[in-house]
Nanobody, 110 residues
Framework: VQLQASGGGLVQPGGSISLSCTAS????????ISWYRQAPGKARELVAQ???????NYATSVKGRFTSSRDNAKRTAYLQMNSLKPEDTAVYYC?????RGQGTLVTVSS
């Protein structure tokens, strides 16, 4: 099983960035997908969770700013992050019910 995350980088406050997570070696369709983030010195935070049919729950801290989706045909999950704030700076990673990608760093700074 491999989960390849991509799309992180440096973005200015108020900006946008999009992450993706592509899976291989797994029946992607049957898994609930979770996006987590972990900032330095802080606990891991669940950012968004996508059901098998694509309904999404968001953390209060990102609701209205982040949008997550999945494309089962492409075995890929997406996290669109808008109106970014410095406190969104963290390593973001996807998790398929215990299978976890390596994470990608998002830094929000001017």
């Amino acid at each position: 099983v491999q989960l390849q995350a991509s799309g992180g980088g440096l973005v200015q406050p108020g900006g946008s960035i999009s992450l993706s997570c592509t899976a291989s070696g797994i029946d992607f369709n049957i898994y609930i997908i979770s996006w987590y983030r972990q900032a330095p010195g802080k606990a891991r935070e669940l950012v968004a969770q996508i059901s098998r049919i694509g309904s999404v729950n968001y953390a209060t801290s990102v609701k209205g700013r982040f949008t997550s989706s999945r494309d089962n045909a492409k075995r890929t999950a997406y996290l669109q992050m808008n109106s970014l704030k410095p406190e969104d700076t963290a390593v973001y990673y996807c998790d398929l019910q215990g299978y976890r990608g390596q994470g990608t760093l998002v830094t929000v700074s001017s």
